[in-house]
């Protein structure tokens, strides 16, 4: 039996190269008697949609119209979470280099010296990087240590900016404001943000993951005392540890963090702890924007902390923050295997 590998790059719930990637199907599937579709990173599958059309649809529609069983498709995924009930065959591909890179670096984070509440770092962009980055210039620019590396002016970044995705998860939940609309105009017209000084990063137009945990980007958590990470998974059920949520844990910083649904109740399980203790955590039961509600309330109750009153909150912190650097350190790819396996199975 022949076979052919056709990779699938996604970004959260949706597909680059859509009408691309399913000629490359289409045609993989006249030629071989199965086609294995690698997905890139960890999406959740049933959510994978182009337009208002599911790809797991568009495939049966495929099988029905040329008599092929559905086993003629099968899926290698990163996200340990995955339904396999979605599609007869589903394998599952463990992909953290991403998140225990860290680990190779023996960083040791510098003496903290807090200068702004927040922190968010953002490369490349998405609806809800978009959404909070706006959020926090508008509103706490000067509290805020921020990048957002992508130029409107530049019409590959331009097209990527999630802009559209952005208007419709707003729409769909009545928060297309006049006000943030505004507040979105402002931000694009104030992009790109660079705070880097290394001149060959600056003339990188994408960091790969390495160079997004360099020497001068990890600095930067000295200065700051929450980091808000934005992931890419975030729809349906999907559990995606990246280079995005290791940063803060490699430097010894609490973070809040935009992702799916129970991504701390997740992250908890592999022996990491959170900050309930200091702060409501229940923006952890959301995703999309409802999520992003909860956070925005989370920000403007931690912005009206003074500088002190942070830096006391940070020192309870340290035994919280100790614990998941050293975790983080001696944890393997087989740990995190094993105990993602015990959540599928409670």
């Known amino acids: ?59 049966k529609k495929l099988c029905l119209d040329n008599s092929w069983t559905l086993d003629k498709f099968s899926f290698i995924t990163a996200n340990p979470l995955q339904d396999i009930n979605v599609w007869p065959y589903i394998k599952y591909q463990c992909s953290l280099s991403f998140f225990l890179h860290g680990q190779s670096l023996k960083y040791s984070p510098g003496k903290k010296n807090i200068q702004h509440h927040f922190g968010c770092f953002v490369n490349g962009s998405n609806w809800n990087r978009l959404w909070l980055s706006a959020y ?67 003339a990188t137009e994408h960091f790969t993951w390495p160079e997004s945990m360099n020497t001068e980007f990890l600095s930067w958590y000295d200065k700051i005392f929450v980091d808000i990470v934005c992931e890419t998974m975030t729809t349906g059920r999907t559990f995606q540890l990246t280079e995005k949520i290791a940063r803060p844990i490699l430097t010894q910083n609490p973070f809040i963090i935009f992702g799916p649904a129970n991504f701390l109740k997740n992250f908890k399980s592999l022996g990491f702890k959170s900050f309930y203790k200091f702060w409501d955590e229940s923006y952890d039961d959301f995703a999309g924007v409802m999520r992003i509600n909860a956070i925005e309330i989370l920000i403007e109750k931690i912005a009206k902390c003074s500088k002190i009153e942070l830096k006391e909150m940070y020192n309870k912190m340290i035994p919280t923050l100790e614990h998941n650097h050293s975790v983080y350190n001696s944890i393997t790819e087989k740990n995190i295997v094993e105990k993602i396996s015990n959540i599928i199975n409670d």
């Open 136 to 202: 926090l210039f508008e509103n706490f620019k000067e509290i805020t240590l921020q990048t957002f590396r992508r130029n409107p002016n530049n019409p590959g970044h331009a097209i990527n900016l999630d802009l559209d995705r952005l208007c419709f998860e707003f729409a769909s939940k009545n928060k297309n404001s006049k006000e943030n609309f505004f507040t979105l105009a402002n931000f694009l017209h104030n992009i790109p943000i660079e705070i880097h000084t290394d001149s060959k990063l600056l």
């Open 1 to 59: 039996m022949t076979s052919h590998e056709v990779y699938i790059w996604t970004y959260d719930s949706w597909i680059f190269d859509f009408p691309q990637t399913i000629s490359k199907i289409v045609d993989a599937a006249h030629k071989y008697d199965q086609v294995i579709l690698k997905l890139s990173e960890g999406p959740a599958l049933e959510h994978l949609t182009y337009l208002d059309t599911k790809l797991i649809d568009i495939l």
